[in-house]
């Protein structure tokens, strides 16, 4: 079945600097793929996503491209703010489209 | 609009009482899903609704648990003799259609402890 392997945390940053959290994905097909996010005390919210191969989601300065070829969907900001600070989750559908499926969760933590 | 509700928001239960939690989902939306989200598992997949039938229910850890939705709209979901390995918080979510690339919304979630 689909599942999705996502980088354990915490990634630690300065404000400003360049993140990358990576993700990858075994699916049957070409499904929709994304990325939540969980600031602190808060539910979870849809940061970005892409429905199709080579497609780029982007959102709030993130981004991050459906890349068929390393079945990858790796997240990334160029500069990063101490209000991004929070938890991130890849996920895709599951086979059925039931349900999502997510990664652990990578914890990012952005000091001034 | 409004989001997705859920009620109530924390739940401190003994050790082998029963619990409803609630969930509103978004309007029109009629996809429904439970999840849970523990330190431990991360997010499990709970139940899927496809208007008022749940095509879907493998995430279900046991017997003791038990959904239902009336309307095509408020979702309860209901634990049984409540054991502490329960104790999580409990994710409600819908979505527009039982569609690949629908995104899901999320509620703030209910916070259950099991003492």
């Known amino acids: 079945g689909n599942s999705v392997t996502q980088m354990e945390g915490p990634v630690t940053l300065s404000e400003e600097a360049f993140l990358t959290i990576n993700c990858t994905y075994t699916?049957?097909?070409?499904?929709?793929l994304f990325w939540y996010v969980q600031y602190p005390g808060e539910g979870l919210q849809l940061l970005l996503k892409?429905?199709?191969?080579?497609d780029k989601g982007s959102n709030k300065g993130f981004e991050a491209t459906y890349r068929k070829e390393t079945t990858s969907f790796h997240l990334e900001k160029g500069s990063v703010q101490v209000s991004d600070s929070a938890v991130y989750f890849c996920a895709l559908p599951n086979q059925a489209g039931t349900a999502l499926i997510f990664g652990k969760g990578t914890t990012l933590s952005v000091s001034s | 609009g409004a989001g997705v509700s859920q009620s109530p928001s924390n739940k401190v239960t003994e050790k082998g009482k029963d619990v409803e939690l609630r969930c509103d989902p978004i309007?029109?939306?009629?996809?429904l899903y439970w999840y849970r989200q523990s330190l431990g598992q991360g997010l499990e997949f709970l139940i899927y609704?496809?208007?008022?039938?749940?095509?879907?229910k493998s995430g279900l850890p046991s017997d003791r648990f038990s959904a239902e939705r009336t309307g095509g709209s408020v979702s309860t979901l209901t634990i049984q003799r409540t054991q502490q390995e329960d104790s999580a918080v409990y994710l409600c979510a819908s979505s527009l259609a039982m569609d690949r690339g629908y995104e899901q919304y999320f509620g703030p979630g209910t916070r259950l402890t099991v003492t």
């Open positions: 699916a049957t097909g070409y499904p929709s």
């Open positions: 609704f496809q208007g008022n039938s749940a095509p879907d």
């Open positions: 892409a429905t199709k191969a080579d």
């Open positions: 309007s029109g939306h009629t996809a």
